[in-house]
């Protein structure tokens, strides 16, 4: 079977803990990164120091209705046994979720590219994307050109996350157009990342979720 996803509300839930087979223990809390303009509904998730811009990131199948919705990351303070919490602590996001509609998520599907099948996967297997930058994103598809000098280490995306200081490291960048880009670390740095869709009682989007496999053991019930 694929990989089955856990409850991720748990991961956004302030106060969720987890251990480490080390010991080391991690307390997780939300943070709020900014609103999306999602003028299609047609939602990417990728590396942008990778493809943003390059015309060859695909929107998963699933849409949703334009609008603006608000991103936000789980993120995860970790603490060795025996290592006292230091001025700045160890901090990594351990998923990012693009939140389409405050209700309660009863359900999680795997988020999929036209033409991928989950039916085909082996065990614990998953569709994800790439990370060779140590960070993800979410925009919307119509603005893949919206933000120019991105390859070129440059332009408004580089401007957002540099300017995080000694924040949590999400960032929103604003692109032309009125576009806007939800940016954050991808958990432990490069890699291959799932994203999950979230759904409510009555069948409807409530929210994707990116998870960065910071959580060692799943939370919650299985969908």
């Given at each position: ?36 303009t999602l003028p299609t509904g047609r939602i990417v998730a990728c590396d942008p120091f990778v ?69 085909v996967l082996g065990e614990d297997e998953f569709y994800g994307y790439g990370v060779d930058a ?90």
């Open positions: 079977m694929p990989m089955t996803p856990p409850d991720y509300t748990w991961h956004f839930t302030p106060g969720s803990a987890f251990a480490f087979e080390d010991g080391t223990t991690g307390t997780l809390a939300p943070v709020a990164i900014g609103d999306v493809l943003l811009g390059s015309g060859d990131a695909e929107p998963f199948a699933v849409t949703v209705d334009p609008g603006r919705y608000r991103a936000e990351a789980a993120i995860a303070t970790l603490l060795r046994p025996g290592t006292p919490q230091g001025a700045t602590p160890h901090t990594r996001v351990a998923a990012a979720r693009l939140v389409i509609r405050d209700t309660p998520v009863v359900s999680w599907e795997m988020a999929v590219d036209e033409g991928q099948d989950p039916a140590g960070t993800g994103c979410f925009y919307d598809a119509a603005a893949d050109g919206s933000f120019p000098g991105t390859e070129e280490e440059e332009g408004a995306v580089w401007a957002a996350m540099e300017a995080v200081g000694d924040g949590p490291d999400v960032f929103l960048a604003e692109g032309e157009d009125g576009h806007t880009l939800a940016g954050f670390t991808s958990g432990w740095g490069d890699g291959c990342y799932p994203t999950w869709i979230g759904r409510d009682a009555e069948g409807r989007v409530a929210c994707f979720v990116t998870d960065f496999l910071i959580v060692p053991t799943p939370k919650g019930p299985a969908a």
